[in-house]
């Protein structure tokens, strides 16, 4: 039997991912690149829809290409590419937005959020038709699983319900995606606000732990994460948010148990856990900073991958363009 496919994306709108891209997604990515056929792409188009800096897109599309090797994403294993090299994303996006409603798509929490922020008038159009360009990205590689963060569990819905519709319209086109999304870990939250998603937009930078900040910085950010009420080292996501928050991240990357972990750490303060947790994070992303700043001293050698994967990803790509356009009527 062939391999199920695989997809997901990740924007370069940032010098470094975050604590939460990796855990809620791009860890994900790299233990399915072994079981799955799975192609992974550096969304640019989608990072278009905000005001960017030209160059800083170029250089956050490398060092995003570095960051996934130096995680673990295999060039061997997976198809790793830039979505504006493969044309067929934007072919399928503009059919995606042909088959939305308005009002579904006026119903995206992220849209709202992200536009509320800029001002009504300031967002772009882009940023309201994203969800469709995201249900191109998927649906153009017959894609059954999606692995993501919590906060993609809505655009995913919208794609299934788009290629559902689609499929009873105009004819089984494309295969329906389903999300992968972890019960533990989908919604890494801001180390100095526990109540607020850990994001490169919000807060002040002292609660966002970003993966290619130096040891120093980021075991001082740790060490001074906000706490809870109380002083045992304890799981409760309404008692101890700020405490549960650092338990899931010492888990998903030491492999111990949260159990395991509060018996551990019984009797001990909040002090000695945060400083275990910034040596587990610290100790943990060392040897993948330098992997990844290694890789960047060779864009050639970077930019040579992205167009493998990305001539890959449009032989792909282009069937499906051909059955969505041929089922639509288009001549071909
Ligand atoms: P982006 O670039 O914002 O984030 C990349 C991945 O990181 C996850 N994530 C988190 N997970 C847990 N806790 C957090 N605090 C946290 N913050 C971010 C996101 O859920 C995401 O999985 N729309 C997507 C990019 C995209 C895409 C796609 C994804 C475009 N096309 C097709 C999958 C399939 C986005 O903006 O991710």
């Known amino acids: 039997m062939s391999k199920k496919r695989v997809l997901s994306g990740i924007q370069p709108t940032s010098d470094s991912f975050h604590l939460g891209n990796y855990l809620g997604a791009v860890k994900q990515w790299v233990d399915l690149q072994e079981t799955h056929d799975a192609f992974y792409c550096i969304v640019d188009l989608h990072a278009l829809t905000v005001e960017t800096d030209p160059k800083l897109l170029r250089k956050r599309t490398l060092t995003s290409a570095a960051q996934l090797l130096a995680l673990g994403i295999s060039p061997e294993k997976s198809t790793l590419f830039v979505q504006s090299q493969v044309p067929q994303h934007n072919q399928l996006g503009w059919i995606m937005e042909c088959m939305a409603g308005f009002g579904e798509a006026s119903r995206m929490t992220q849209f709202k959020d992200k536009s509320s922020k800029a001002g009504a008038d300031a967002a772009r159009v882009g940023l309201f038709t994203y969800p469709m360009l995201m249900a191109g990205d998927i649906l153009l590689y017959q894609t059954n699983l999606v692995p993501v963060g919590e906060d993609q569990r809505q655009h ?35 180390i100095q606000d526990p109540t607020a998603k850990m994001s490169k937009s919000s807060g002040s930078g002292a609660g966002l732990i970003d993966i290619l900040d130096t040891p120093e910085v980021n075991a001082k950010k740790f060490k001074s994460a906000v706490t809870d009420a109380g002083r045992e080292v304890k799981f409760d996501l309404v008692e101890k948010p700020g405490i549960s928050n650092l338990l899931t991240i010492h888990a998903a990357l030491s492999g111990k148990s949260i159990a395991d972990l509060e018996n551990e750490f019984a009797g001990k303060g ?19 900073r330098a992997h990844a700043l290694e890789l960047l001293q060779d864009e050639a050698h970077l930019i040579s991958i992205l167009h493998k994967g990305s001539e890959k990803a449009r032989s792909v790509a282009q069937i499906t363009v051909d059955k969505a356009y041929k089922n639509l009527g288009i001549v071909l």
């Not at 689609?166 to 801001?190: H, M, R, V, W």
């Not at 909040?270 to 993948?288: M, N, T």
């Open 156 to 190: 995913i819905e919208l794609t299934r319900d788009i290629a559902g519709r689609f499929n009873s319209k105009y004819g089984e086109t494309f295969a329906i995606p389903e999300g992968f999304i972890l019960k533990q870990g989908a919604k890494i939250f801001d």
């Open 270 to 288: 909040y002090g000695d856990f945060k400083g275990a947790v910034a040596e587990v994070v610290v100790e943990y992303f060392r040897p993948i």
